[in-house]
C-alpha cells in the first residue's frame, strides 16, 4: 500500500490515498470533502489554541513543522516535512485501516468461536476470571492481560489476514534464490503474498486448522516472524494495526462475557472466502446467533 510513502522515504499518503487529491473520485467527492475539512479544522484548532494530544495527528503536524524527532532516522532523512494533503490522507487511512479491519477481524473471531466452542468456552472462562479479578470493570489493562483472548485473536489473523497481499517497492538490488535466481532493482514493485505464506504448511503445520495454541508462550517462538505479517512488517505495517486490535479484543470481550457466539441454519461451514476491494471478508457475509448467558 505505502510505495509513495517508500520511494519518498518519509511520512506520506501511500499511493492509494495520493490519488484521492489527483482526480481519481475512489471515494465519494463527499466523503472525501467532509474529511478534509474536519481534519483542517482539527489541525488549525490544535495550532491556534496550543492543544497538545498524545495522537497520530499531534506527531503528523509535528511532521509537517520538521520538529518530529527520528532518533532511528538514516541520514538525510531527519527533518524530512509533510503538507496538508499528506496529513489528511494518513488521517484517513488510519480510520479506514482500523475500521474496516476490526469490523472484518471480529467476524472472523466470532464464527470461528462458534464452530469450535470448546475454544469459545475457555475463552469465556479467562474473561469471567479477568472479569472478577479486576471488579467485573473493563479497562485496558484488564483487556490487554488476556493471553487466551491475544492467541484467538492471532491465530485468526493468521487464516484470515486483513488483505490477501501488500505492495512494497525494492530500495536496493537483490537477487531471490530461484530457480532461476530473480533479480531485483530500486524501484521495482513487489507484491507479497501474506495469504499465502500464512497457509503455507511449510510454516504452519495444518495450516487449514484453527489453532490458538500456535501462539501460547511455549509455541510462538517456533514462529518465523517473516511468515506471519497479517498487518504487514516494518516502518510502513498498517497505521491501524494497534487500533484495530484493541478495539476487537475490547468488543469480544464485553460480547463473550454476556453471551455466546452460535451456529445457526444460515451459517455456511466451511466458510468461503474472497478478496473484496483490499480486504479478505467471506462470501455471503457472516450468519451467526447470539445465547445469552446464564451466570
Known amino acids: 500500500m505505502s510505495r509513495h510513502a517508500t520511494r519518498r522515504q518519509k511520512i506520506l499518503s501511500d499511493h492509494f490515498f495520493k490519488s484521492l487529491f489527483l482526480g481519481i473520485n475512489l471515494i465519494p467527492g463527499k466523503i472525501t470533502q467532509f474529511f478534509k475539512t474536519l481534519v483542517l479544522d482539527t489541525v488549525a484548532t490544535r495550532e ?16 509537517k513543522k520538521g520538529t518530529l524527532h527520528e ?9 524530512a516535512k509533510i503538507n496538508d494533503e499528506d496529513i489528511i490522507a494518513q488521517s484517513l487511512q488510519f480510520f479506514l485501516a482500523g475500521f474496516d479491519t476490526s469490523s472484518t477481524l471480529m467476524s472472523f473471531v466470532s464464527y470461528l468461536l462458534a464452530i469450535h466452542p470448546d475454544v469459545q468456552t475457555r475463552l469465556q472462562e479467562e474473561i469471567d476470571k479477568t472479569l472478577k479479578k ?6 485496558y489493562e484488564m483487556v490487554h492481560s488476556m493471553k487466551y483472548l491475544d492467541m484467538v485473536v492471532s491465530e485468526t489473523l493468521r487464516l484470515y489476514p486483513p488483505a490477501a497481499a501488500v505492495g512494497r517497492v525494492c530500495v536496493k538490488n537483490y537477487t531471490l534464490k530461484s530457480d532461476p535466481p530473480l533479480e531485483l532493482r530500486p524501484g521495482d514493485d513487489i507484491m507479497i503474498p501474506v495469504y499465502g505464506l500464512q497457509h503455507d504448511p511449510n510454516y504452519f503445520p495444518d495450516p487449514e486448522r484453527f489453532d490458538p495454541e500456535r501462539f501460547s508462550d511455549d509455541n510462538k517462538h517456533n514462529i518465523n516472524p517473516m511468515t506471519y505479517i497479517p498487518f504487514g512488517l516494518g516502518p510502513r505495517s498498517c497505521i491501524g494495526n494497534r487500533f484495530a486490535l484493541m478495539e476487537t479484543k475490547s468488543l469480544l470481550a464485553h460480547l463473550l462475557s454476556r453471551f455466546s457466539v452460535k451456529v445457526i441454519s444460515k451459517t455456511p461451514i466451511p466458510i ?6 483490499f480486504n479478505v471478508t467471506a462470501e455471503g457475509g457472516f450468519w451467526l446467533g447470539l445465547e445469552k448467558r446464564i451466570t
Open 48 to 63: 491556534r489554541e496550543g492543544i497538545i494530544r498524545p495522537d497520530l495527528l499531534h506527531l503528523l503536524i509535528q511532521a
Open 71 to 79: 532518533e532511528d532516522s538514516a541520514e538525510g532523512q531527519k527533518g
Open 134 to 139: 479486576h471488579d467485573g470493570k473493563f479497562t
Open 272 to 277: 468461503k472466502v474472497i478478496q473484496k476491494g
